[in-house]
């Protein structure tokens, strides 16, 4: 099976990482194949880099967007542009392992062999998570689980191993078939798609190899609260139905995802009351009345704090209040 290879890139005034990213993707020991990157209308110098980098190699591309679209609508025109061949997504942000691409090919070009329909499915090799606290990057491995199905997704498991874009490789029909990417969605739509995928039939097969061939860098800045709410309430209807045929109650699941994802989003905002809040919510809405005192008066304890400026004592104390890191 003969296609090209696209690798896509959107971005977003990603003027100061997206030189060395596109250097690494350039680097990969598999050379053949074209790069997209889509300009979502940034407004500092990213689409000048990337002209430069054009000038030395052909293999670039640079879309061009009027204005800003936002995530989903972006990897929409990537998808457009390389519908006839085969998707490697990253971020501008994220590196890949030199052999990324030769490694994926290879083993996408062994599905045949192995009873597996290669328009019909999109496999995720294993990945690293970077994350930088108090400015220490602290890295973990993730390997893909052996069957990657309904099941694995909607499970708590998922948080750890979810399907990270940057490590997936396929063909770009395969997200077409699916409709793509929800251009409403703003968080999330890891999680979307990947069931997206499921739903109408095809398959994510696990890559689970033995280095990790991406990593990507999970931060939370920028992450709104109340977006991220809206998020996963769009998720959470459009997938019930699935959910219920899978065995799977989502609105619990959802409950357990969104209080932790959302606390760290309002810790990281530095927003410590709205933060504690969304800890102590389910106790409050069970009529918990000794967690609701004692949440009143953590509470106070904490605004306390805020109000004598010693915000980043309030940091320490939520953050070790937190059950886990937050992670999608």
């Given amino acids: 099976m003969t296609v090209p290879v696209y690798v896509a890139i959107p971005v977003y005034n990603g003027a100061r990482t997206i030189h060395q990213t596109l250097s690494n993707v350039l680097n990969q020991t598999y050379k053949d194949f074209q790069i997209l990157v889509y300009d979502d209308g940034s407004t500092d110098r990213t689409a000048q880099i990337v002209g430069q980098l054009i000038a030395k190699d052909s293999r670039v591309t640079l879309l061009n967007g009027d204005q800003n679209v936002g995530r989903g609508a ?74 990657y199905d309904a099941a694995y997704v909607f499970s708590e498991a998922y948080n750890k191993c979810p399907f990270q874009l940057q490590a997936t490789f396929g063909l770009a029909s395969v997200y077409l078939n699916a409709g793509g990417f929800d251009e409403n969605l703003n968080w999330s739509e890891d999680f979307d798609i990947a069931l997206r995928i499921l739903t109408h039939g095809s398959r994510i097969i696990s890559h689970p190899a033995e280095r990790a061939l991406a990593t990507y860098h999970h931060s939370l800045a920028g992450a709104k ?75 106070a304890v904490i605004r306390s704090l805020v109000q004598e400026g010693l915000a980043e004592k309030a940091q320490g104390a939520l953050a070790r209040a937190a059950q886990d890191d937050g992670e999608e």
């Fill in 225 to 299: 609260g109340d977006s991220v709410e809206k998020s996963q309430k769009v998720l959470r209807d459009r997938h019930r139905e699935f959910a219920r045929a899978s065995g799977v109650d989502i609105d619990e699941l959802f409950t357990k995802r969104q209080l932790n994802y959302l606390f760290n989003i309002y810790l990281n905002n530095k927003n410590y009351i709205k933060a504690l809040s969304i800890t102590m919510a389910p106790f409050i809405e069970a009529g918990d009345e000794k967690a609701h005192l004692m949440s009143r008066n953590i509470l």
């Fill in 74 to 147: 972006a990897r929409n025109r990537l998808l457009e542009a390389a519908q006839d061949g085969i998707i490697a997504w990253q971020d501008a942000d994220d590196s890949w392992n030199p052999s990324k691409l030769e490694t994926q090919l290879a083993f996408f070009e062994s599905f045949e062999g192995q009873g597996i329909n290669p328009a019909t499915s999109v496999m995720i090799s294993t990945f690293n998570r970077a994350v930088t606290r108090n400015d220490k990057e602290f890295v973990t491995k993730h390997t893909p689980p052996e069957s």
